[in-house]
């Protein structure tokens, strides 16, 4: 329902009213962009790749906070926050995500001093027939595992050459960021729709709570924790 209620409000947000006949087709043809933007975006719910998360900006249908929980490989236990911005023609020919990283990354997909995505390398062309926010998402989460680096990672000639010539001090290099990522973690940017918050008192008698009284956590539902909750409360 979540879901049905972000893509709805994503639409209606966008609608401005035009008039006459130019104006009217041009908003038509705004609004079918903006609707392919929404369903791209309600398609992520089944198929975003593992450990990434996207959440639309309240102030814009094309931009996007997100982050990528990293489980193995150098970049294990990282945590990246990222933004994408959409252009305004976005699913025409050529028209790329913007994607930036808020937190600090060490690779050679990313340029070192903007925190860019460097997606054009990777999609020379980019078709709206075959290229999706999907698409790039899987990219993003690409380039945190793989082992070897090929002729499309040249945002960080730097980092690609020292994982080639030393790779004990790349690791090294790619530990620091990703320790600097969990230190940045509560480290929310103006505006942000994916924040981060640290756990306080009530979050740990809940959490207590829940596990000196529920057996079988498959079996947790909302009307059992209200119960535990309502229990708690006059004791």
Not at 24 to 43: F, G, M, N, P
Request: net charge positive.
């Amino acid at each position: 329902q979540r879901c049905k209620d972000t893509v709805s409000m994503m639409v209606t947000s966008t609608r401005s009213p035009m008039t006459g006949p130019l104006a009217s087709e041009e908003e038509r043809e705004q609004a079918l962009r903006d609707y392919k933007v929404t369903i791209e975006y309600k398609h992520l719910k089944q198929h975003a790749p593992g450990g990434v998360y996207l959440v639309p900006s309240t102030e814009n249908l094309r931009h996007f906070y997100g982050v990528i929980f990293v489980r193995r490989g150098p970049f294990t236990n990282g945590i990246f926050k990222f933004q994408i911005r959409l252009q305004e023609s976005y699913n025409a020919i050529n028209t790329h995500p913007s994607i930036i990283f808020d937190s600090y990354v060490y690779n050679p997909h990313v340029d070192e001093s903007t925190g860019k995505l460097d997606v054009s390398a990777a999609y020379p062309r980019w078709d709206p027939h075959r290229h999706y926010l999907v698409t790039v998402l899987t990219f993003l989460k690409k380039i945190f595992y793989v082992k070897s680096f090929g002729p499309d990672a040249k945002a960080n000639l730097e980092a690609k050459e020292l994982s080639k010539s030393n790779p004990e001090e790349y690791r090294r290099k790619v530990e620091n960021c990703v320790q600097e990522s969990q230190k940045a973690i509560y480290m929310n940017e103006p505006g942000c729709t994916a924040q981060f918050k640290e756990e306080d008192l009530s979050h740990q008698v809940l959490r207590d709570l829940l596990k000196q009284q529920i057996g079988d956590p498959s079996q947790v539902n909302k009307q059992i924790v209200l119960n535990i909750v309502d229990k708690a409360s006059k004791v």
